[in-house]
């Protein structure tokens, strides 16, 4: 039998420690952006930041060159948690030492959120910031989004985390359908096998992206930092929303199909699918996606255009379509937990003279997008699958002794994969009423307790400024309230499950 080899060099370090490496060195992005803008001071910040780092892990990495690594799975998933929670210290200190107008625990709070693809700004004024310091946020956004395209494949799909659970490949037995790189022995091997495969597409949509929004006339620097929020659904901004940006319709068409990655992952990879199962217009999750994104704008237009008729005796089908637009853009943007509110959101309003109630964006966000997407949420195939329950349960109800055959919709689940469905649900119901509460004895109302709790549990962060009747600001909120939202906010990244998997003895004995 052959000797299993550890992986050599820099890969045998821990894989915190790799990340807290890469972490280092992506601080002398803005430190050379900043040198670029004649700002001295932001660009010592990042650059002695990054410095710092690098000497920490080669200091670190040289104390373990002699041990001999041990990799598991569970080991894996809780340097996510590190990753999510205990990076964000380091990330936090060049934005606290370029602003020098705010607390670390503002910084840490927006790191925390910028990681987790949150997008919570606790920066209410845009022009607060140095340009550097708004290419950081968004770059830790877009790094937490490539990170959790890496995770879902290499770490959560073999524990049947993150969505697989309800999945066949999750289901006892199956194990040999997985893909090839997902049976190799060794589980560094098969993070650097889906890094290397994932890293070029996701770096490549990335720049399509940036470059298409500057062809519809987006500033460089604005234009890269939508272009890194759509594809890790962080919702960042440098100028406040895509309301204050250049690229007008034009450029919210380019992203609204930009964000179609985040509905399904069969749309940029077929790395976590089951065998027969790639093709997309059969896909559970895009079917419904695509039903959402139809159904709900739909019915938003009908309801102001059946109001529109007291308020103008004249139809202007100019103001119809933007409204329609901006009800189609904002329900994909919040389905997809990216959080950017179109320009013509605004439009329905002022054409009807209803508003929109924010409940439904709450909702959306509820659902969220794809498994193993950047986006958050209950997830849609964990959805459907408790729609396939629900029909069940209904034909039973005409016909006691009928047997469900299993049809080819419904393939991809498991056959307790609507128990298991239910079960996360009501997981992530017990969590937000307790970060509710939580939230609500620090201090907050009920409902901005519960906006807040929705929008870092689904990782909305823009859900905070236009769910609730007034805009919510995070800045005067209690610093144990602040901890609270940045302890959810993990939890609604990294999923109750996993969190429950890392407390369960029997998982670490082997």
Not at 260 to 271: G, N, P
Not at 328 to 341: A, D, N, Q, R, Y
Not at 487 to 502: F, Q
Request: hydrophobic share 50%; charged share 10%; proline share 5%.
């Amino acid at each position: 039998m052959a000797r299993k080899t550890a992986p050599p060099g820099i890969l045998r370090l821990p894989l915190f420690l790799l990340i807290f490496g890469i972490a280092a060195l992506a601080m002398w992005v803005p430190a050379i952006h900043a040198v670029v803008l004649d700002d001295h001071p932001t660009s010592r910040s990042f650059f002695y930041s990054g410095i710092v780092g690098l000497m920490l892990v080669t200091f670190i990495g040289l104390s373990l060159s002699n041990r001999v690594p041990r990799y598991g799975m569970l080991g894996q998933l809780l340097s996510l948690l590190a990753t999510f929670s205990v990076l964000p210290l380091f990330l936090a200190v060049p934005t606290h030492d370029a602003l020098q107008n705010t607390s670390y625990l503002n910084a840490y709070f927006d790191m925390v959120s910028a990681i987790t693809t949150t997008g919570a700004d606790v920066f209410a004024d845009p022009g607060r910031l140095p340009p550097s310091v708004h290419l950081w946020r968004a770059q830790v956004g877009w790094m937490g989004g490539l990170l959790m395209w890496i995770a879902a494949s290499a770490v959560l799909a073999p524990l049947s985390l993150g969505g697989f659970e309800v999945t066949a490949r999750g289901e006892p037995g199956r194990g040999t359908e997985t893909p090839a790189h997902m049976q190799q022995g060794d589980p560094r091997r098969r993070l650097v096998i889906v890094t290397q495969t994932l890293v070029p597409i996701y770096v490549g949509l990335t720049m399509a992206l940036w470059v298409l929004l500057m062809m519809t006339g987006e500033k460089s620097l604005i234009g890269l930092s939508h272009a890194m929020s759509v594809m890790a659904t962080s919702g960042i901004s440098a100028v406040g929303g895509l309301v204050n940006a250049n690229s007008g319709l034009a450029g919210e068409m380019v992203i609204f199909l930009f964000m179609f990655f985040a509905l399904s992952r069969l749309t940029f990879s077929t790395d976590t699918a089951t065998s027969g199962h790639v093709r997309l217009d059969r896909d559970p999750e895009f079917r419904i996606g695509l039903i959402l994104v139809i159904g709900v704008p739909l019915l938003l237009f009908l309801r102001h255009w059946l109001a529109s008729f007291e308020v103008s005796a004249s139809e202007n089908l100019s103001q119809a379509f933007h409204s329609l637009w901006g009800g189609v853009f904002t329900v994909m943007s919040f389905l997809t937990t990216t959080g950017f509110e179109s320009a013509d959101w605004a439009a329905a309003q002022q054409w009807s003279g209803l508003g929109t109630p924010g409940l439904i964006l709450l909702g959306l966000a509820v659902v969220g997008g794809g498994v193993a997407t950047t986006a958050g949420g209950v997830k849609l195939l964990r959805v459907y699958a408790l729609y396939l329950n629900g029909m069940r349960e209904m034909e039973r109800l005409v016909h006691p002794s009928s047997v469900s055959g299993e049809g080819a919709g419904n393939k991809r689940l498991q056959k307790n994969g609507a128990f298991v469905a239910w079960v996360f649900f009501m997981l992530f119901a017990l969590t937000l009423a307790l970060i509710s509460t939580s939230l609500a004895a620090l201090g907050s109302d009920f409902e901005q307790a519960l906006v807040l709790a929705i929008a870092a549990l689904s990782t909305t962060g823009p859900l905070i400024e236009v769910a609730s009747e007034t805009s919510i600001s995070l800045a005067l909120l209690a610093p144990s309230a602040k901890l609270v939202l940045c302890l959810a906010m993990v939890l609604g990244r990294l999923e109750t499950l996993a969190i429950i998997a890392l407390l369960t003895p029997n998982l670490w004995r082997n």
